[in-house]
């Protein structure tokens, strides 16, 4: 049973608009939730995190809003570039123990 | 700068041969992980390290083994390789929350 979810495989925006990635969790001991972007052929590489005892954390043209009593976090991405168009893999991990990383959604950003 | 390095991008092996993947950290991180990505499963952990000779199964430990004789390197072992055992190998250290990749492996068991 996947403890991260990330129901959509795929995503396609086109250049300058929004793009909104989801992950929802069923363990609710988690308290720390991290975004990763995987291009082909390359390690995944850290994008943005959030602590559970905040509901928002932004960096640049990326954002990360946290809803914990629906167990759901998002990744908004503005405006969308090109070279955003990778592999994106929200991760989810509690005091002393793994990571969990969702399936991934890979998001293809449209000239 | 932050380093994780896996020895190999590509490799071809064929079934039943024995397969050492390495990686080597540079950050001095207790920490070390193997993972495998495959489409549609994510990122699945195979085997983590959190000290020099110790190893703890993740998920899906059958078909490999591990080794840690010194803190920086963490090696991935496939005893006799599978074709089901294609996939891109990944390996991780980490510090509390942050979690550093390599560049990966993408191992192919003809």
């Known amino acids: 049973d996947q403890q991260v979810k990330q129901n959509s495989p795929s995503l396609s925006v086109q250049e300058g608009r929004i793009s909104i990635l989801n992950c929802d969790y069923t363990?609710?001991?988690?308290?720390?939730f991290l975004w990763y972007k995987k291009y082909p052929a390359e390690g995944p590489t850290f994008l943005i995190s959030?602590?559970?005892?905040?509901d928002k954390n932004e960096d640049g043209r990326f954002t990360v809003f946290l809803n914990k009593s629906a167990k759901h976090l998002s990744l908004h991405i503005v405006p969308s570039q090109p070279g955003d168009s990778a592999v994106y893999f929200c991760?989810?991990?509690?005091?002393?123990?793994?990571?969990?990383f969702g399936p991934g959604t890979r998001l293809s950003v449209l000239p | 700068d932050v380093k994780v390095t896996q020895s190999s991008r590509y490799l071809v092996k064929r079934t039943g041969e024995k397969v050492f993947l390495e990686c080597v950290q540079d950050?001095?991180?207790?920490?070390m992980f193997w993972y495998r990505q495959d489409p549609g499963l994510g990122l699945r952990l195979i085997y983590f390290s959190y000290d020099v000779k110790m190893k703890e199964k993740g998920d899906i430990p059958e078909g490999y083994s591990v080794s840690r004789e010194k803190k920086e390197r963490f090696s991935l072992i496939l005893e006799s390789a599978s074709t089901n055992q294609t996939s891109m190998y990944l390996c991780a250290s980490r510090e509390n929350t942050e979690a550093f990749f390599g560049q990966g492996t993408r191992l192919t068991v003809v």
């Open positions: 363990n609710s001991m988690f308290d720390y």
């Open positions: 991760a989810a991990v509690y005091y002393g123990q793994n990571f969990v």
């Open positions: 959030i602590s559970s005892i905040k």
């Open positions: 950050m001095d991180h207790e920490n």
